[in-house]
């Protein structure tokens, strides 16, 4: 069973940064892509970054290209994957989501991914 707590959420003003970790633990969790996602109010869960299990292939969404950078700590049972984000705007403003994914499916699908964290806000003020 795999457990993912994220962290690090909160509001920051337009051009702010902040770092968003999700500690995760469970067997061969050190195996599994990870995702980020984000969810604004009134809209679907959208993808916004993945990083394989080995930390050396990485994918962002097209917004968050050259701002947001994933990353990955990866210890035998425990993993925390950071999404360090800069430049923030208000459109950033969100629930952010991280996800474990196992399956061959695309890495932007959140169908692809089998466990989620609980979800931490970031607001971004203009």
């Known amino acids: 069973q795999v457990q993912l707590v994220e962290s690090g959420g909160g509001l920051v003003q337009t051009g702010g940064s902040l770092r968003l970790s999700c500690a995760a633990s469970g067997r061969s969790i050190s195996l599994y892509g990870m995702g980020w996602f984000r969810q604004a109010p009134g809209k679907e869960r959208v993808f916004v970054a993945y990083v394989s299990g080995s930390g050396g292939t990485a994918y962002y969404t097209d917004s968050v290209k050259g701002r947001f950078t994933i990353s990955r700590d990866n210890a035998k049972n425990t993993v925390t994957v950071y999404l360090q984000m800069t430049s923030l705007e208000p459109e950033d403003t969100a629930v952010y989501y991280c996800?474990?994914?196992?399956?061959?499916?695309?890495?932007?699908?959140?169908?692809?991914?089998?466990?989620w964290g609980q979800g931490t806000q970031v607001t971004v003020s203009s």
């Open positions: 996800a474990a994914k196992s399956s061959l499916l695309t890495y932007t699908a959140t169908a692809s991914y089998h466990s």
